[in-house]
Nanobody
Framework: QVQLVESGGGLVQPGGSLTLSCTAS????????MGWYRQAPGKQRDVVAT???????NYADSVKGRFTISRDSAKNTIYLQMNSLKPDDTAVYYC?????????WGKGTLVTVSS
């Protein structure tokens, strides 16, 4: 099994930056895809960015050019660098990890973009 723990959320002003971290533990060698999702109040959970075990990345159109997903394999951690934040980016951000047999979610971290 895999466990995921997010950190780094908080309150930031529009135009500001924030970096989220997600550290994996357990059977991490079986993970082939990790990513970040977000869920705003009253809305469904949507993908933000993903990264494969080989380092290939993919982004939602709404965050392209502003967010960067990366990984540090030595630390079993992925990151989401978020720049030029907008009020519409306000949401609970969830880390996600996929193996061939299961999908694991972190508990989420709240990001609030407000002046």
């Amino acid at each position: 099994q895999v466990q995921l723990v997010e950190s780094g959320g908080g309150l930031v002003q529009p135009g500001g930056s924030l970096t989220l971290s997600c550290t994996a533990s357990g059977s991490i060698s079986t993970l082939y895809l990790m990513g970040w999702y977000r869920q705003a109040p009253g809305k469904q959970r949507d993908v933000v960015a993903t990264i494969t075990s080989g380092g290939r990345t993919n982004y939602a159109d709404s965050v392209k050019g502003r967010f960067t997903i990366s990984r540090d394999s030595a630390k079993n951690t992925i990151y989401l660098q978020m720049n030029s934040l907008k009020p519409d980016d306000t949401a609970v951000y969830y880390c996600n990890g996929k193996t061939v047999v299961a999908t694991t979610w972190g508990k989420g971290t709240l990001v609030t973009v407000s002046s």
